[in-house]
């Protein structure tokens, strides 16, 4: 891939056209590494890096294919005010809905906008273990640079899959939950009894009535009552904690 080709994947469409998206800084690739899980996966990985990075790189011990730039080159590739002078061009993986049985909870976002929000949940989940992330049409793209960063290399060590219509989620899952005032307290050992947790857009919450039929469940996380609300990436992880210590139990 040419570097002004390189440079275009920050754009959501040219990662969508060329099938790869970038990965910026030592710990996000060091956390990249850990997570391939074949030797010739690396060797579809190219490495941009410096002339003073080159021993960092080396040190590695990766079969990824080493591109030097120069420092304006590498200033062209970085999404960031300060580069750290290595930037890798990795190929998505597959991110369709799997046919196959799924084995790990879902956690599903419907229309999530906030790449900080989307990049701390898959964080979250991926720290808990256990879970599948569904993305609605109209999401975040998870692999947005800043996306990728929030989530400090959570990324690659969490199966997630986008553009999964919300009225499907009943064909597929035999038992919904979701988050609603009103609902009952997630401390319920009935919570861990959902196949797939919904959660909705940041200001506009679930859909619900598109599930209707469904007859999902609605929870709640019990707070002070002074004041409707929770950040998304909050509720999220307070709903996988409670999951991972009841599964524990």
């Known amino acids: 891939m040419k570097l002004d080709d390189v440079k275009k994947l920050h754009q959501k469409?040219?990662?969508?056209?060329?099938?790869?998206?970038?990965?910026?800084?030592?710990?996000?690739?060091?956390?990249?590494?850990?997570?391939?899980?074949?030797?010739?996966?690396?060797?579809?990985?190219?490495?941009?890096?410096?002339?003073?990075?080159?021993?960092?790189?080396q040190a590695l011990n990766a079969d990824y294919n080493l591109v030097v730039v120069s420092e304006k080159q590498m200033a062209r590739l970085s999404d960031t005010k300060t580069p750290q002078g290595v930037?890798?061009?990795?190929?998505?993986?597959?991110?369709?809905?799997?046919?196959?049985?799924?084995?790990?909870?879902?956690?599903?976002?419907?229309?999530?906008?906030?790449?900080?929000?989307?990049?701390?949940?898959?964080?979250?989940?991926?720290?808990?273990?256990?879970?599948?992330?569904?993305?609605?049409?109209?999401?975040v793209d998870p692999f947005n640079s800043k996306v990728v960063r929030a989530s400090m290399g959570a990324i690659f060590h969490l199966p997630i899959e986008i553009d999964v219509p919300l009225d499907t989620l009943p064909e597929r899952f035999t038992k919904l939950a979701y988050l609603d005032l009103k609902g009952k307290n997630i401390n319920a050992s009935e919570f861990g009894e959902y196949d797939c947790y919904l959660f909705g857009n940041e200001a506009r919450g679930v859909p619900i009535e598109k599930v209707a039929d469904s007859h999902a469940k609605a929870f709640t996380i019990?707070?002070?009552?002074?004041?409707?609300?929770?950040?998304?990436?909050?509720?999220?992880?307070?709903?996988?904690?409670?999951?991972?210590?009841?599964?524990?139990?």
């Open 13 to 57: 469409k040219y990662r969508a056209e060329f099938g790869h998206y970038l990965v910026e800084g030592e710990h996000l690739i060091i956390e990249l590494q850990k997570a391939l899980t074949t030797p010739s996966a690396a060797k579809q990985i190219t490495l941009y890096i410096t002339e003073s990075r080159q021993d960092w790189a």
């Open 87 to 139: 930037v890798a061009c990795v190929p998505l993986p597959a991110l369709n809905q799997d046919s196959s049985p799924v084995t790990q909870r879902c956690i599903f976002l419907h229309e999530v906008q906030d790449p900080g929000n989307l990049g701390t949940i898959i964080r979250n989940l991926a720290w808990f273990g256990g879970f599948r992330l569904l993305l609605s049409p109209n999401s």
């Open 222 to 249: 019990a707070g002070s009552g002074a004041i409707d609300s929770l950040n998304l990436a909050n509720s999220v992880a307070i709903c996988a904690y409670q999951l991972s210590t009841q599964e524990s139990r």
